[in-house]
């Protein structure tokens, strides 16, 4: 089993909704979870981080997190076609050593 | 300017030769790690370093070899590359603390004949 999981997608949504992108992770000690963003070609950017139980909000992205289920996942609102990429999972256990997942690509359609 | 800069960005070597990557942060993050970009697993951890001369190996560290005898350069090297390493490599450091971000480099495009 892959310490992070996530569906590789692709997810379409159309342009104005929100897409709902999903991650689990299998170690309980894990301490901070992100969101990381990659266009085709390019390096992954961060989107945003969250380390407490619940809902952070930035902007049009919202991280939640429930650390009981061991699950994670980014709501993008109002989706715009410049939010098509890979987004990426990630988890930092113990320590500093940050794993990701496959990611799971999105397109948003205009 | 400051970064994280890695050379080469593309390499085409052949079967059985060291290549090294080379990997330059200027922000004097203590964290740097390599990871490698292949379709469908995502970015996979294959060394990464606490400090100067503490390195540690990540989920996929067979074939490859790092050192870090400075802060800021943290070279990758294929000691007798193989196809299976053939694959986009990145360079990152970070900052410490729980919400310390990943700094990504531009990426080394490895091919291996």
């Known amino acids: 089993q892959k310490e992070v999981e996530q569906n590789s997608g692709p997810l379409s949504v159309p342009e104005g909704a929100i897409a709902s992108l999903n991650c689990t992770y299998s170690?309980?000690?894990?301490?901070?979870f992100f969101w990381y963003r990659q266009y085709s070609g390019k390096s992954p950017e961060l989107i945003m981080f969250?380390?407490?139980?619940g809902d952070k909000e930035d902007g049009r992205f919202t991280a939640q997190l429930n650390k009981a289920s061991q699950y994670v996942s980014l709501l993008i609102r109002d989706s715009q076609p410049s939010d098509s990429a890979t987004y990426l999972c990630?988890?930092?256990?113990?320590?500093?050593?940050?794993?990701f997942g496959a990611g799971t690509r999105l397109f948003v359609k205009a | 300017d400051a970064g994280i800069t890695q050379s080469p960005r593309y390499k085409i070597t052949e079967t059985g030769r060291q290549v090294t990557l080379m990997c330059h942060q200027t922000?004097?993050?203590?964290?740097m790690f390599w990871y490698r970009q292949d379709l469908g697993h995502g970015l996979r951890l294959i060394y990464y370093?606490?400090?100067?001369?503490?390195?540690d190996k990540g989920e996929v560290p067979d074939g490859y070899v790092v050192s870090r005898s400075k802060t800021e350069n943290f070279p990758l090297t294929l000691e007798s590359a193989t196809r299976s390493q053939t694959s986009v490599y990145f360079c990152?450091?970070?900052?410490?603390?729980?919400?310390?971000?990943?700094?990504f480099g531009e990426g080394s495009r490895l091919t291996v004949l």
């Open positions: 370093s606490a400090a100067a001369d503490i390195t």
């Open positions: 990152a450091s970070s900052p410490e603390g729980p919400s310390g971000e990943l700094f």
């Open positions: 969250i380390y407490s139980n």
């Open positions: 990630a988890v930092k256990a113990g320590g500093f050593k940050t794993i």
């Open positions: 170690d309980r000690g894990s301490q901070s």
């Open positions: 922000w004097s993050h203590s964290y």
